[in-house]
């Protein structure tokens, strides 16, 4: 609902989270619809047996790093000049279809900016000039919040490190007597309440403490490039205001951990977890070496530039259920019905990790071509449907798009591998001939220690899948794909459509967890190893493992190498 029609209805009496609840549920029954409608009949099947999921959904999955900050540093009034500025450079040259796309956009992000500061102006708040003090700096950042969470309808989105930069504000003020400890600390208090009603502004129950719509993340502390760490003392007042705030509008905290964060810090970090559960914790040694020092975090989602990247979604795929698909020729197991054409029918009665392994990486291939074309088809719709504005206004004018694709399962599929190879796996079938359940009798390395060759060949299986993704001839906006491991709800979710695996997993359970310290960072820049063998074949130390079929086999390979 827009800005504007939400202070309407305030004025006429009339409340805008009831409306903005049904308005927001008749879009996205009606987003759907036309997103559904505008598919191939093969993505339509696997999305309805549960292989891809997540996809099409009418929510703004985009622009999740808006920089918030640039509102209250420079003002609406420049943003809309810059964007001016762009726009009048793209007179030149041919009209092609990208040079539109790129006209449109700026146009509307204009629009957009133009909207937010009479919206503003409405309420006697001039956004349009920098601010001039904390308290102007807090108002801005928070209309400009509260602006990108009712454009993206809800969908979770961190703050752009709101603290560091407020308080130079708080600062200041302090400095020139305007402002005592207690008033900076009060300010912080109203802040952390204004951004927890995002969440009823968007949709959310009010009762409701979990979900997804409108969840705020604000991230503090981690190290800059020359080592100092970027600990505030708005930092403590935000952790301080946790204790203070209500359950149902906490807003969720990331610290970016490193070792160099001074000993209190860590400390009272540490005694506001303990308390509150409202804190969680991110290896800033690892991000910050693919992102530098100016980054965000998500619920779940790759880090980013704050203002460079954007995050376009590209929903979940199954990778376990890909390995049943793998043994039973593409038909699904839960429901008889042929998905996955022309990989040819299984019939052994004990899995051969040398077949499985080849039929896992069409598999793959499949799902990745069929990826790449629902992300292409809903980002398209969803930019004529639904186009995130104001988000992308803050952002730089050519930043880069991120393809986040969320893999389901893969803890199975690294386990279900390693039994596989190591162990002796029988298939029992139904009586219409699909595997549905597995026999090991052998003991096999599963996943869980840090180092281990299963926990590699999953790092090895995203490469691979990731390698697969960016192998597509064509992908909307030149976003760059990235894997990213599914959460814990996630993995829930998915076992549901899943049957027996051959790791021991049952059907229908939840998959386990899989993530380490770097999941998120080499999800953004994190080199796959090259699909080459040894070209002498000598054997050594240090010798590249041989040549092997497939790109799944050689991750294995490669995996194993690595770990012996």
């Excluded at 008889?336 to 029918?345: A, E, I, K, P």
């Excluded at 990745?368 to 186009?387: E, K, S, Y």
């Excluded at 180092?451 to 999953?458: K, N, P, T």
């Excluded at 049952?506 to 190893?529: C, L, Q, Y």
Aim: glycine share 8%; hydrophobic share 45%; aromatic share 6%.
């Amino acid at each position: 609902m827009p800005l504007a029609l939400r202070v309407a209805l305030r004025a006429a009496g009339v409340s805008s989270v009831q409306v903005g609840m049904a308005g927001i549920d008749q879009s996205r029954t009606g987003g759907r619809r036309q997103f559904l409608e505008a598919h191939a009949p093969q993505i339509t099947a696997a999305r309805e047996a549960g292989l891809l999921h997540g996809m099409p959904e009418p929510l703004s999955r985009c622009a999740v790093a808006a920089d918030c900050r640039r509102v209250a540093l420079y003002g609406v009034e420049f943003l809309r000049s810059l964007c001016r500025q762009h726009l009048r450079a793209l007179n030149e040259g041919p009209f092609t279809q990208e040079l539109m796309q790129q006209r449109r956009s700026l146009s509307e992000q204009m629009l957009a900016l133009e909207e937010l500061r009479d919206v503003a102006l409405s309420q006697e708040v001039d956004i349009g000039r920098p601010a001039a003090n904390a308290h102007e700096a807090v108002q801005w950042m928070t209309l400009a919040a509260m602006a990108v969470a009712g454009e993206c309808g809800g969908a979770a989105f961190p703050m752009a490190r709101a603290t560091a930069f407020l308080d130079i504000y708080i600062q200041r003020d302090m400095d020139e007597g305007r402002l005592n400890e207690p008033q900076a600390q009060a300010l912080i208090d109203g802040w952390l309440l204004k951004l927890g009603n995002l969440r009823l502004l968007c949709g959310a129950e009010p009762g409701e403490v979990d979900g997804d719509a409108a969840t705020l993340l604000e991230c503090i502390a981690g190290m800059s490039q020359d080592g100092q760490p970027l600990v505030t003392r708005t930092s403590f007042r935000w952790l301080h205001a946790l204790h203070r705030c209500p359950a149902e509008r906490m807003t969720t905290v990331a610290v970016l951990w490193s070792s160099g964060l001074p000993r209190a810090f860590r400390n009272f970090c540490i005694d506001v977890a303990r308390e509150c559960g409202a804190v969680r914790f991110e290896n800033d040694t690892g991000l910050r070496r693919h992102c530098g020092d100016d980054y965000v975090v998500g619920s779940f989602a790759p880090a980013l530039r704050i203002g460079q990247q954007v995050l376009l979604d590209a929903g979940h795929v199954n990778l376990a259920k890909a390995l049943l698909y793998a043994i039973n020729g593409g038909v699904d197991e839960e429901n008889g019905v042929l998905v996955v054409r022309g990989l040819g029918t299984f019939w052994g009665d004990e899995l051969e990790y040398d077949d499985v392994v080849r039929r896992l990486d069409r598999v793959l291939d499949w799902l990745a071509a069929n990826c790449v074309n629902a992300f292409n088809n809903t980002h398209f719709l969803h930019d004529r449907l639904a186009h995130a504005s104001l988000a992308l206004a803050l952002h730089d004018s050519d930043a880069e798009h991120v393809m986040a694709c969320t893999v389901d399962g893969l803890s199975a599929l690294a386990d279900s591998l390693s039994a596989i190879r190591y162990a002796r796996e029988q298939v029992l079938r139904n009586e219409d001939g699909l595997v549905v359940d597995f026999k090991v009798d052998e003991p096999f390395p599963t996943c869980g220690r840090i180092g281990g060759v299963v926990d590699e060949i999953a790092h090895a299986l995203c490469d691979v899948f990731a390698r697969k993704l960016r192998a597509q001839p064509f992908i909307y906006r030149n976003a760059h794909p990235v894997v990213v491991p599914a959460s814990t709800a996630a993995n829930a979710s998915a076992g549901r459509w899943t049957g027996s695996m051959p790791c021991g997993r049952r059907v229908g359970e939840a998959f386990a967890p899989w993530s380490t310290d770097e999941a998120r960072g080499w999800s953004v820049a994190h080199p796959a190893p090259d699909h080459r063998g040894s070209e002498s074949g000598e054997s050594g130390e240090n010798s590249e493992p041989e040549a092997c079929a497939t790109p799944v086999a050689y991750a294995y390979a490669y995996a194993e190498a690595g770990c012996h």
